[in-house]
């Protein structure tokens, strides 16, 4: 394995009613919270007043900051950096999923540095404070509530790029999964699949390939994450496949699945970036898409070959074997409800060109250019739209 260096600070409590456990552990972090949330689900499936009890009972101060939508965008962001610092906040709590907890922490290093906030996300800058993020998931999928990673999307250019920063771990984490019994089967398969590729493009891009813990770990990940994402899908109720698709998308980002394995490249969320900041589609959604006409142009990965073999369980000899093990991947796929083409999804031909500069654009950014030209992508994503290579 490759030297690697692990850092993790945030506090995790998992389980059934952990939220009991929050007015004792929020003491000392602030008396005052901007509570963000989404659009209205916490609402209706009960989590905010469970959230809005517990604040009560540690006596905490806070400004509801809700509205927040999926693909998170930076003038949510700019706005609830202006409420945090006219209130005088003293910590960001998250009630949601990944997009809440990307906002907050935003608006968490954005108090400190407002007119730099969008320069982080271009590498150009990085924070050097922020406020404490208290994470209450209410969807398994980004695994935000255990990394140091935001993702926002810049309205105004349409370009969605990631922040990676020490100082933007939550400092507590509540993992309830009964809080995702009501999530819809579509977004429960879209936060799967966002799991499921997190740890997918460090298996076949990393560049320490040999047999590993690390590699074991991934390979146990992923098998979890495609057999109890079909579970809770047609069993929404089911505590054990709610428990460990959670438990498992929280652990695929955390830098765990990643350690020794060296340099890779998150090529495909490069591109799945693309067709979210321009035309708002779910993120796993897109990934799916995009995993699928990757697996078809790049069939020789070796890589690839052993994610068939260690989580598909199909011994690769020859081409015909190489094809099953796409099969395979597709009928999952298929259980998900995510086997689509960009045309299915009726994203407009001419805009391929532009979708290919916008994606090449960001892999610049995430310095994976070196590795994978225009061409590349290119390729992809006319297979991701036809269903095959450049007609």
């Known amino acids: ?32 919270a901007l509570w963000v949330f989404g659009r209205g689900s916490i609402i209706r499936n009960g989590v905010y007043d469970q959230v809005k009890e517990v604040l009560k009972k540690a006596n905490i101060e806070y400004i509801e900051f809700g509205g927040v939508k999926a693909n998170p965008l930076l003038s949510k962001v700019l706005e609830g950096i202006k409420v945090a610092k006219e209130e005088k906040i003293d910590f960001i709590l998250a009630t949601g999923g990944g997009s809440v907890i990307d906002t907050a922490k935003a608006i968490a290093c954005g108090v400190f540095a407002e007119e730099k906030i969008w320069d982080f996300y271009e590498r150009k800058d990085s924070p050097t404070q922020a406020l404490p993020i208290i994470a209450v998931p209410t969807i398994a999928g980004t695994g935000s509530e255990l990394n140091n990673i935001s993702v926002i999307v810049n309205d105004e250019t349409k370009v969605k790029l990631s922040m990676n920063s020490p100082w933007i771990f939550p400092k507590l984490t509540f993992l309830d999964p009964t809080f995702t019994f009501t999530v819809p089967p579509d977004y429960t398969a879209y936060g799967a699949f966002d799991a499921f590729s997190h740890v997918f493009e460090v298996f076949i891009s990393r560049e ?22 079909k579970a809770a899908m047609y069993d929404p109720t089911n505590y054990e496949a709610r428990a460990n698709l959670m438990w498992a998308s929280s ?7 990643k350690a020794g394995m060296g340099k890779y490249r998150f090529f495909i969320h ?15 959604l897109g990934l ?5 006409a990757w697996m078809k142009v790049y069939k020789k990965n070796k890589l690839l070959h052993k994610f068939f073999e260690k989580v598909l369980n199909i011994k690769i000899e020859d081409k015909i074997s190489v094809e099953m093990g796409i099969e395979v991947f597709e009928n999952w796929l298929r259980d ?36 994978y030209s ?18």
């Open 270 to 284: 490069a591109l799945e970036h693309t067709l979210s900041g321009v035309y708002d589609l779910p993120h796993g």
């Open 208 to 229: 320490y390939k040999k047999d590993c813990l690390t590699e074991d770990l991934m390979v146990a990940l992923m098998k979890n994450l495609m057999k109890w994402s």
């Open 1 to 32: 394995m490759k030297n690697f260096e692990f850092y993790l600070p945030t506090k995790v409590f998992f389980g059934k009613k952990v939220l009991r456990q929050f007015p004792k552990e929020v003491s000392g972090i602030g008396k005052k």
């Open 251 to 257: 652990l695929a980002l955390c830098g765990l699945p």
């Open 374 to 391: 225009k061409e590349d992508v290119s390729k992809v994503f006319y297979t991701a739209y036809f269903g095959e290579s450049k007609p």
């Open 336 to 371: 998900l409800r995510l086997l689509y083409t960009l045309k299915d999804l009726k994203l407009p031909q001419e805009d391929l060109e532009y979708l290919i500069d916008k994606a090449y654009h960001i892999l610049t950014i995430w310095q994976v250019a070196d590795e």
């Open 288 to 292: 799916a898409v995009i995993t699928y």
